[in-house]
């Protein structure tokens, strides 16, 4: 008797096992499996927290729209598992205590540049996807590694607008030949703004375009007056500048005193994209160009699904998006949450074999950009900056034609 019970007891501890298997969401993936576990890395603290925070609330609310509308591959839901990397260090360790406590098995991210070098290294050691949704340096994807997919454009799609719109715009509006033009570079000196200048210094002498001065500074300097005067000895026609929040508010305003007075001014994302600067700036922002991710003043029919993005976040968080590295971390995460309901487990080979058959045609996402990833670096080659200018006090779209919902604005002092 007492045998008979014990191999009952066995089937039915068995039986128990293999129901609990079914929803275990332990991130492996199973086929009956109904959680998926992602891994979200993101500056949420410290001095990248604003943006960091900004890009996260994208990707959040992709997530969410989707489990509300009753989740992907047959109903599984995603579970999000935070980690916040404030710096390169941090990146390694939450990739690691991702993956190997909470066995998550691939991971999105990240706004920083540094940060996602870092922390896609670890993904790519222990075989893991890494996502990346707004970072822009392109040693990110240069590295070919097989675990890594960009769904934003890199530094050097920023470098060949800023080049295309004085090639095919500022030329026209200042009626002067390319090879006249004087191009000055003012950048902070990480790998965000030196990727940038660099790559806008090659491209641009390749078209033969002048560039006169290229200065480099820290971000976090409390003094750009010396950089403000060796442009100013230049006397250029256009400055090309990368800078975060703070150096872009003091490269403005110490500009203003110390009269440099520039036709063409044109930022790259950062602080020059920021409703921040325009409220430190007042009526001096207008005029200014900034070359960045999608914008929210855009041509709304090539940017399918914006509005709704729009109202979904105010919704959310009460108040209207802050910049548009929220609405491109939306629509990466649009893509990622497609190939993963294709594929229905977090396989990161599976997933990294859909995703290079995954295509969209331009405007036809939140946006505007097509997704065809690059075989070898995983590189999204159809995603790309726009250029938009403060214009009374509104950051509007303003080039190429497809996006625009005004004109470049140019005054040839």
Same mark, same amino acid.
């Given at each position: 008797?007492?045998?008979?019970?014990?191999?009952?007891?066995?089937?039915? #501890?068995?039986? !128990?096992?293999?129901? @609990? %298997? +079914?929803?275990?969401?332990? &991130?492996?993936?199973?086929?009956?499996?109904?959680? *998926?576990? #992602?891994?979200? !890395?993101?500056?949420? @603290? %410290? +001095?990248?927290?604003?943006? &960091?925070?900004?890009?996260?609330?994208?990707?959040? *609310?992709?997530?969410?729209?989707?489990?509300?509308?009753? %989740?992907?591959?047959?109903?599984?839901?995603?579970?999000?598992?935070?980690?916040?990397?404030?710096?390169?260090?941090?990146?390694?360790?939450?990739?690691?205590?991702?993956?190997?406590?909470?066995?998550?098995?691939?991971?999105?991210?990240?706004?920083?540049?540094?940060?996602?070098?870092?922390?896609?290294?670890?993904?790519?050691?222990?075989?893991?996807?890494?996502?990346?949704?707004?970072?822009?340096?392109?040693?990110?994807?240069?590295?070919?590694?097989?675990?890594?997919?960009?769904?934003?454009?890199?530094?050097?799609?920023?470098?060949?607008?800023?080049?295309?719109?004085?090639?095919?715009?500022?030329?026209?509006?200042?009626?002067?030949?390319?090879?006249?033009?004087?191009?000055?570079?003012?950048?902070?000196?990480?790998?965000?703004?030196?990727?940038?200048?660099?790559?806008?210094?090659?491209?641009?002498?390749?078209?033969?375009?002048?560039?006169?001065?290229?200065?480099?500074?820290?971000?976090?300097?409390?003094?750009?007056?010396?950089?403000?005067?060796?442009?100013?000895?230049?006397?250029?026609?256009?400055?090309?500048?990368?800078?975060?929040?703070?150096?872009?508010?003091?490269?403005?305003?110490?500009?203003?005193?110390?009269?440099?007075?520039?036709?063409?001014?044109?930022?790259?994302?950062?602080?020059?994209?920021?409703?921040?600067?325009?409220?430190?700036?007042?009526?001096?922002?207008?005029?200014?160009?900034?070359?960045?991710?999608?914008?929210?003043?855009?041509?709304?029919?090539?940017?399918?699904?914006?509005?709704?993005?729009?109202?979904?976040?105010?919704?959310?968080?009460?108040?209207?998006?802050?910049?548009?590295?929220?609405?491109?971390?939306?629509?990466?995460?649009?893509?990622?949450?497609?190939?993963?309901?294709?594929?229905?487990?977090?396989?990161?080979?599976?997933?990294?074999?859909?995703?290079?058959?995954?295509?969209?045609?331009?405007?036809?996402?939140?946006?505007?950009?097509?997704?065809?990833?690059?075989?070898?670096?995983?590189?999204?080659?159809?995603?790309?900056?726009?250029?938009?200018?403060?214009?009374?006090?509104?950051?509007?779209?303003?080039?190429?034609?497809?996006?625009?919902?005004?004109?470049?604005?140019?005054?040839?002092?």
């Amino acid at each position: 008797m007492k045998k008979i019970l014990s191999i009952m007891m066995v089937g039915f #501890l068995l039986l !128990l096992t293999a129901c @609990s %298997g +079914g929803a275990s969401g332990d &991130g492996k993936g199973g086929e009956k499996s109904q959680t *998926l576990k #992602l891994g979200a !890395l993101y500056p949420l @603290s %410290g +001095g990248l927290a604003l943006l &960091g925070e900004e890009s996260f609330r994208g990707a959040e *609310l992709a997530i969410e729209e989707a489990n509300k509308n009753g %989740g992907i591959a047959g109903g599984k839901t995603i579970e999000l598992v935070k980690g916040d990397a404030v710096d390169a260090d941090a990146a390694q360790s939450e990739a690691n205590r991702l993956i190997n406590q909470e066995n998550i098995k691939s991971i999105f991210g990240s706004y920083s540049s540094s940060i996602s070098f870092a922390a896609s290294e670890v993904a790519e050691r222990s075989g893991v996807l890494y996502w990346e949704l707004g970072a822009v340096s392109d040693s990110i994807t240069d590295r070919q590694y097989k675990y890594v997919l960009r769904t934003n454009p890199p530094a050097s799609y920023f470098s060949k607008v800023n080049v295309d719109f004085i090639k095919e715009v500022v030329t026209k509006k200042l009626g002067k030949d390319l090879g006249d033009i004087k191009v000055a570079i003012a950048h902070e000196d990480s790998s965000y703004g030196t990727t940038i200048a660099d790559e806008a210094t090659k491209l641009a002498k390749e078209e033969g375009i002048n560039i006169v001065a290229n200065q480099g500074y820290s971000a976090g300097t409390n003094d750009l007056s010396s950089v403000i005067l060796n442009i100013k000895k230049v006397d250029p026609d256009v400055v090309i500048a990368v800078s975060y929040l703070n150096d872009a508010i003091l490269l403005a305003r110490q500009s203003e005193e110390l009269g440099l007075k520039i036709p063409v001014f044109i930022g790259n994302g950062g602080g020059h994209t920021m409703a921040d600067f325009k409220d430190a700036m007042g009526e001096k922002a207008n005029g200014i160009f900034d070359i960045d991710f999608p914008q929210y003043l855009i041509n709304k029919e090539f940017t399918p699904g914006i509005e709704e993005f729009m109202a979904l976040y105010k919704e959310k968080y009460g108040t209207d998006p802050r910049s548009g590295h929220s609405l491109a971390n939306y629509m990466g995460m649009k893509v990622v949450l497609d190939v993963l309901d294709k594929v229905g487990e977090v396989d990161p080979d599976k997933l990294k074999e859909e995703a290079l058959k995954y295509t969209a045609e331009a405007g036809k996402t939140v946006t505007g950009w097509g997704v065809e990833f690059n075989q070898e670096s995983g590189q999204n080659k159809l995603s790309q900056p726009y250029v938009h200018q403060w214009i009374n006090g509104e950051l509007k779209t303003v080039w190429p034609e497809n996006v625009a919902v005004e004109e470049p604005q140019i005054v040839n002092q």
